[in-house]
């Protein structure tokens, strides 16, 4: 076999995964099975071995296991020089080089940036900082809000009814503590999936004693004389005692590290093509730098090649299996990585699925099932044709609507099927909110056809 | 100690984990499935019970944990089978 | 040769090994000859119309002379108790799985299934204490016929005792799925509505009994309600009861039968499960890839016109899936016709897939696995005294009626 540079990169080179998360573990396992035999560092700023973040906002909470709990299964060993409790602090493009918070470089001949998204902080820091105020994101948000629920607060006050929040709510019901929700929307998860299924979810956090309040933002958070949040007032000037606040204001994408670097990187996230190689800030691809998980925006061939950026567990293990294929293969045996958006969330016993990007849909069908009965399919539309898919309880039948995306099927679906109901007779208004107002909750972001990323001004969402 | 992952994107709550291995997996409501992501070793035949049993084979447990047992149940693939 | 080969299919003569005519129908992936059923046989396909909300179970969507010969196998049997969820949509299906599902598992009952593990094993270890000449074992009778008998029985709390009475019935019903091409139809109508009739009054006694005195058993809880708002009315009841002994007594027998011919016909994996008994659990999954214990689905209908590789299907034809021939499409599976259990994707169709995936499967997975583990573990040197074995008629629900074997002794518990 010829001793080309690709062989001699499996057989001596250095990889280096920046982010020691579901994305870098199996982006780095991904390696490994295409038979990369070179050094393999993984880095990470948190102190522990890859772990699963779903259950910290459900299982860990109900009792049915730990936060502490929740570490990945290993499809393989990985052989791997592992960097944990050290973040990345710089990246030398042209030196190959990763900077370490604690002062050491680490060489690489490909890097894989993985560092995912942290959890928005309360935006008033001194707030933020009181005792009972958390985020939830890591283990250690995790364990610290499970010992808090334990010790069996008088009220909790969850900020923003995203999937996070609106399961951390559904958690705090069954435990049989009283919770508010305050959300700035007309109602739950409309960022993600409209109003007319928000409508759905406000009765699901009222019928399990929920005190949601919408359209409504928190304007400060009151702590006593010890230094405990004590309460929380009210944009419309009420206020609440509450003992624990949980701000879920929806994520920011970790590429702080990378300003300056020359990396196409920002507050959206870092530009990569279809192949899952980063963009530099001049709208170049780059050869030996990839990106997968919440942190890449990629072009999607079946959104308008629209980059898009998925806070989704799945797309980050499918972006990393194809980031590490690439990274190993010559650009004719590169494959692209167009995974169909798909996410789930449990909450209030209901398993809500959903697949494409129903945050681009203008109308909504309901072409199975009753939202009344909380089992149902709904169909989103855009100019048109299928494009997102949410189920109710109703998971079975969703890959017949995720072909339809994948087909672009027409919309309004022109068939039958079984268990429509007079509701799913024609298509609503899906109601989302006005897309310039920035949404806690959505986990699909659209973000426009620039790689670059340069004229793209930060909103904070705020509260 | 037994790590295991489930990929809720493929699971369509057929619940074929949580008959056979209650402790470990538990419906919530009719769909939805949690599980403890660190089952105890005593699990670890109903486990593997419930790998193969899944009908979208969407649960992944170590393939350290499961060597190390001698088990001779093939170990899962799990979320790594399609790409 | 293509206009003859669902008959083939149906022909008693090849009951023993149909896959090769599968084969053949897999050319075809979508198969049509006229007035008969369009006929799906590939693996891909199959699994899509089983999440397919276009495609319903409900017969009154069958258009009138859809060429469907069974269509009026249960239909006319509906006089006497309405259709099982087996033959419903949502709403309906749903509900009346959801309720059957409260005493039987999770989230409601989740150790129903768990806890019977001990009574398995004592059943199995009791039934091949009994098998009396290791020369002369009948598998289907002494073992594989009276396993899942006693556990359906012990699970919905039908006497035991009984069991004479109903065998008849539900082998009749049985048969009533199956389309026997040289049967007299109004003969089978009649035969059938009577077994359903006498198997519907059967149930109704012991229901009302059970009303009375309930016990931990599903039908007192089916019958008591589990303490939900939903309920079932008693016609509900009986058919949903009818639909589980019969679900019960036709379907294991046949996986555990399949089980162990395939295991005597494969000496180096039977040795390997007596070596690795943990081998069992991939081995069943294994075999209902390779020799399900439900051939076809002969009751899908769709709602409105529908392109299935490149075939329009017109609403309310009659379509068969054929579950065993999409477990052996080459395009899916590795050498599909070699056994193997250590294959790692057996993502098969055994079971069904979609709202209408085999109610029983996790009993049945457990009753196979222990049963192949005990018999290859206590059986020396089992062999075949027939291969093929005699198979019964039935061309859906497809097993051997006897599976004659030798073994050099029983060894003890």
Redesign the interface.
């Known amino acids: 076999m010829a001793d080309t540079a690709l062989d001699h990169l499996k057989a001596n080179g250095r990889i280096v995964v920046v982010g020691a998360s579901l994305a870098g573990l199996r982006g780095a396992e991904t390696l490994r099975e295409k038979g990369f035999k070179g050094s393999l560092t993984m880095i990470g700023d948190e102190p522990y071995e890859p772990y699963d973040r779903p259950p910290l906002s459900k299982q860990a909470l109900l009792g049915m296991g730990t936060a502490e709990g929740t570490a990945l299964p290993r499809r393989r060993d990985i052989d791997a020089e592992w960097r944990l409790g050290v973040a990345a602090s710089g990246l030398d493009m042209a030196a190959r080089r990763v900077k370490l918070a604690d002062g050491d470089e680490v060489p690489y001949d490909r890097l894989l940036i993985a560092t995912g998204v942290r959890a928005r902080p309360w935006p008033n820091q001194a707030e933020g900082e009181l005792d009972g105020v958390f985020v939830l994101r890591t283990r250690d948000d995790g364990v610290a809000l499970a010992r808090r629920l334990d010790a069996g607060p008088r009220r909790v006050l969850v900020i923003g009814a995203g999937f996070t929040g609106s399961e951390i709510a559904s958690a705090c019901r069954e435990r049989g503590v009283e919770v508010t929700v305050a959300e700035r929307a007309d109602a739950p998860l409309v960022g993600a999936l409209g109003g007319v299924i928000g409508a759905v979810a406000a009765e699901l956090h009222r019928e399990n004693g929920v005190d949601l309040r919408t359209g409504i933002m928190v304007t400060a958070l009151e702590g006593d004389s010890t230094g405990r949040v004590r309460a929380a007032h009210f944009s419309d000037g009420t206020s609440l005692e509450c003992d624990v606040v949980v701000v879920s204001l929806g994520a920011q994408r970790n590429t702080d590290w990378l300003a300056g670097s020359g990396l196409g990187a920002g507050p959206r996230g870092i530009a990569c093509d279809a192949g899952c190689r980063a963009f530099d800030i001049r709208g170049i691809v780059t050869d030996d730098i990839f990106v997968a998980g919440d942190v890449a925006r990629s072009p999607h061939p079946l959104f308008g090649y629209q980059f898009l950026s998925l806070e989704h567990w799945g797309n980050a293990v499918s972006q990393a299996e194809t980031a590490a294929h690439n990274m190993l293969s010559e650009s004719t045996d590169r494959r692209p990585h167009i995974w169909v958006p798909a996410f789930w969330s449990s909450q209030f016993g209901v398993s809500i699925k959903s697949v494409g990007v129903p945050s681009m849909g203008t109308e909504i069908m309901i072409t199975q099932g009753s939202r009344a009965e909380r089992r149902f399919t709904g169909v989103y539309g855009y100019q048109g044709r299928v494009i997102g898919a949410v189920t109710f309880d109703n998971s079975r039948w969703l890959q017949f609507y995720q072909q339809q995306i994948e087909a672009t099927a027409p919309f309004p679906p022109p068939f039958p099927t079984v268990d429509r109901r007079p509701e799913g007779q024609k298509p609503l208004p899906a109601d989302f909110p006005d897309p310039s107002v920035p949404t806690h909750g959505p986990t699909v972001t659209l973000s426009g056809y620039s790689p670059a990323d340069r004229r793209l001004t930060f909103t904070p969402a705020g509260h | 100690?037994l790590?295991?992952?489930v990929?809720?994107?493929r699971?369509?709550?057929?619940?074929?984990c949580?008959?056979?291995?209650?402790d470990v997996f538990?419906?919530?409501?009719?769909?939805?499935?949690?599980?403890?992501?660190?089952a105890q070793d005593a699990q670890r035949?109903?486990v593997?019970?419930a790998v193969?049993?899944c009908?979208?084979?969407a649960i992944?447990?170590?393939?350290?944990?499961m060597a190390a047992a001698g088990?001779?149940?093939?170990a899962a693939?799990g979320?790594?089978?399609?790409? | 040769m293509k206009q003859g080969i669902l008959s083939d299919i149906l022909d008693y003569s090849n009951r023993a090994n149909p896959y090769p005519l599968y084969a053949e129908l897999r050319k075809t992936p979508v198969f049509h000859d006229g007035d008969g059923p369009y006929v799906i046989s590939t693996y891909h396909h199959i699994q899509s119309l089983l999440h397919d909300p276009r495609l319903s179970s409900e017969a009154r969507n069958l258009a009138a002379g859809a060429g469907d010969p069974l269509a009026g196998a249960e239909d006319e049997g509906a006089s006497a108790l309405p259709p099982s969820f087996l033959k419903l949509d949502p709403p309906e299906h749903d509900r009346l799985r959801r309720m059957t599902n409260r005493p039987f598992g999770p989230p409601d009952s989740p150790h129903r299934v768990d806890d019977m593990r001990g009574f398995l094993h004592t059943t199995v270890t009791g039934l091949i204490d009994n098998l009396g000449d290791p020369e002369r074992i009948d598998l289907v009778d002494q073992f594989a016929y009276p396993f899942p008998v006693t556990m359906i029985c012990r699970l919905l709390g039908v006497p035991r005792e009984d069991e004479a009475r109903f065998h008849v019935w539900a082998d009749t019903l049985a048969a009533s799925l199956d389309p026997d091409p040289g049967a007299d139809p109004k003969e089978r109508e009649k035969t059938t509505h009577d077994a359903r009739m006498e198997l519907g009054m059967y149930l109704a006694g012991l229901i009302e009994e059970r009303r009375k005195n309930p016990g931990e058993d599903m039908l007192s809880q089916l019958a008591v309600g589990h303490g939900q708002d939903e309920t079932m009315s008693t016609m509900e009841l009986l058919s949903t009861a009818a639909l589980l002994l019969i679900a019960g007594h036709e379907t294991t027998v046949n996986l555990i039968t399949n089980g162990m011919l395939t295991l005597l016909r494969n000496p180096d994996v039977l040795r390997q499960l007596r070596e690795t008994p943990a081998l069992a659990v991939p081995l069943v999954e294994e075999l209902l890839r390779f020799e399900p214990p439900v051939q076809l689905l002969p009751q899908r209908t769709p709602l409105a016109d529908i392109e299935v590789g490149g075939v329009t299907i017109p609403k309310g034809s009659s379509m068969w899936l054929i579950l065993a021939s999409g477990n052996r499409d080459p395009d899916r599976f590795e050498n599909p016709d070699r056994f193997d259990p250590y294959r790692k994707d057996i993502q098969h169709l055994g079971l069904g897939s979609g709202i209408h995936s085999c109610f029983g499967a996790p009993l049945a997975r457990l009753e196979a696995q222990l049963a192949l583990t005990e018999l290859t573990r206590r059986l020396e040197n089992p062999r075949l005294v027939e291969d093929p074995p005699p198979y019964r008629q039935n061309a859906v629900l497809r097993g051997p009626r006897h599976l004659r074997i030798t073994c050099d002794g029983v060894r003890p518990s």
């Open positions: 100690m790590r295991l992952v990929d809720l994107n699971c369509q709550g057929y619940a074929q949580a008959f056979l291995a209650p538990a419906m919530h409501g009719d769909e939805g499935l949690l599980y403890d992501p660190q035949e109903r593997a019970q193969a049993a009908p979208v084979q992944l447990v170590d393939e350290l944990d088990s001779g149940a093939p693939t979320e790594a089978s399609d790409g």
